[in-house]
């Protein structure tokens, strides 16, 4: 995979993460508005959310849902961006940008920042592998 399409693939998973979060923020927030109501806790600190169990709440919790299933599928093709950046850096002799790539991106299981660092860092500064391996051969 070139640095080109694990670029394309990584923004177009961050945009379609984003996207996912957003329709799935919208569909908790119409649920939390319109999907039922707050009453007190029997303890009386704090308050429970109760559902209508109306069509307004079910479609709230399937536009929560869908957004989730999106944000989902942008996570993938984040995933999918980094194993190819981490294929193409580990094609180079040098292997200091696999090495942060891998160690961002384990890092990342715990800070999902550093992964995002690591890629923006890459994608910004980092050599691209299949350009070494291409080998011209001889014209005879």
């Not at 649920?31 to 709440?57: I, Q, R, T, W």
């Not at 869908?66 to 999918?80: D, E, P, S």
């Not at 980094?82 to 990342?108: C, P, S």
Request: hydrophobic share 55%; charged share 10%.
């Amino acid at each position: 995979m070139t640095k080109r399409t694990i670029t394309r693939l990584w923004i177009a998973g961050l945009v379609i993460l984003f996207v996912g979060f957003v329709v799935g923020g919208v569909g908790l927030g119409l649920m939390f508005a319109y999907g039922g109501h707050f009453a007190p806790k029997a303890g009386g600190n704090g308050s429970d959310f109760v559902p209508n169990l109306d069509s307004v709440f079910w479609t709230t919790v399937s536009v929560a849902a869908t957004g989730c299933a999106i944000a989902l599928i942008g996570g993938i093709m984040q995933v999918a961006a980094w194993i190819g950046a981490l294929v193409n850096t580990n094609r180079l002799q040098d292997k200091n940008w696999f090495i942060v790539l891998l160690v961002g991106g384990l890092l990342g299981l715990i800070h999902g920042l550093l992964l995002f660092a690591a890629m923006v860092a890459y994608l910004v500064a980092g050599p691209d592998g299949t350009a070494e391996t291409t080998v011209d051969t001889p014209h005879g």
